[in-house]
């Protein structure tokens, strides 16, 4: 069994491809796999003819960024005893991947790494997905070192130690082999967006400890995939927060939260009707209609009922929306 490989997930990416495979090539020792969700572009052949010595795993249509990874890393399952799962718009800089790997390998209680994640468009900025490690509140939003809501830090080195956080960001993400396998990996139902919060939760649930590793850097180009101001990507976080909730908290806190969350995202869908953004009002409810009647749900509370839960970290930070909101609080460091 191999130490670590690299795992790029595609579709439709040939801009992305050609822009930072190369990075990727020339800075990484280890295997290079990328995953494609069926992509109907030239992806294939750009990598078959460009980049010849990277690994293919073709799908059979698009599964989205949770079961496009499920269904193509269990073509690698026994053959690694980690995997970087890592975006395709991402910039990686030299040893990064060796370094986050011999820094995993040093502290078996770890089930996943992120290191320090930077903006691609803004080098001396921290990306909005990652940034400096990920927590989540109270209500289970999810925050970061680096990035609360929308307002970004600059780096300038105070997030360059290595702690545990609640949730490693999946632009680049080590994990245990055989713990995401255990676990299913990801959750399909989610397709994209809070997939990666999710795991590392029912990760935790179980006793693992999940970490953020400064020594290494890498650059993300954020929003390539699907825009943060996107009506879909907002009624994805929406539902799959709550699905995420759900899963993870027992029933009588997670009711305490649902209604909590209700009144302030109704709040919000009604601020985007005064503005005139209907799309977004609309995308909210409807994230919450689909969590209702998912029929899954029920079945995968049941199966996380049954597990004995460790106590969760969930940040330093328990209601962000009164530190933000009425604190007017926008880094970490002065929540």
Same mark, same amino acid.
């Given at each position: ?22 990075? %990727? ?8 796999? =990328? ?15 460009? *980049? ?19 269904? !193509? ?23 990064? +991947?060796?370094?986050? %790997? ?58 360059? +130690? ?47 400890? =999940? !970490?953020?590793?400064?020594? =290494? ?17 907002? *009624? ?5 927060? $709550? ?10 806190? *997670? ?8 009144? *302030? ?54 209601? $962000? ?15």
């Amino acid at each position: 069994m191999k130490s670590c490989a690299i795992v790029i997930l595609n579709y439709n990416g040939e801009e992305m491809l050609k822009k930072f495979l190369p990075s %990727v090539l020339a800075h990484s020792q280890l295997d290079i796999w =990328v995953i494609d969700n069926a992509s109907s572009d030239q992806s294939i052949s750009i990598l078959k003819n460009e *980049f010849p010595t990277i690994n293919l795993i073709l799908l059979k249509e698009n599964f989205g960024f949770a079961g496009g990874y499920n269904w !193509g890393l269990s073509e690698l399952e026994g053959k690694y005893h980690y995997y970087i799962l890592l975006n395709s718009d991402v910039e990686v800089t030299p040893n990064w +991947d060796l370094n986050l %790997v011999s820094y995993a390998s040093s502290l078996p209680e770890y089930a996943a790494f992120q290191p320090k994640i930077l903006s691609y468009q803004d080098p001396q900025k921290f990306d909005y997905a990652g940034a400096g490690g990920g927590f989540i509140d109270a209500l289970g939003y999810p925050y970061c070192r680096g990035r609360i809501w929308e307002h970004i830090e600059n780096d300038n080195g105070q997030y360059d +130690d290595s702690i545990d956080v609640d949730w490693a960001s999946g632009a680049c993400m080590l994990v245990k082999a055989e713990v995401f396998h255990s676990l299913s990996g990801f959750d399909a139902h989610f397709f994209a967006h809070m997939e990666e919060i999710d795991l590392c939760w029912r990760m935790r649930n179980l006793g693992w400890k =999940v !970490g953020y590793f400064g020594g =290494v850097k890498v650059y993300h180009i954020g929003g390539a995939t699907l825009n943060r101001n996107s009506p879909k990507k907002l *009624f994805l976080n929406i539902r799959n927060n $709550l699905m995420m909730i759900y899963k993870n908290e027992r029933g009588v806190v *997670f009711w305490m939260i649902f209604l909590a969350k209700l009144f *302030f995202e109704m709040i919000a869908a009604i601020l985007f009707l005064v503005k005139g953004e209907k799309e977004n009002a609309k995308s909210i409810a409807r994230g919450y209609r689909e969590f209702i009647s998912n029929r899954n749900l029920s079945k995968r509370q049941k199966i996380i009922s049954n597990q004995e839960l460790a106590i969760s970290s969930r940040g330093p930070v328990r209601f $962000l929306i009164l530190k933000t909101g009425l604190l007017r609080r926008k880094t970490f460091n002065s929540l």
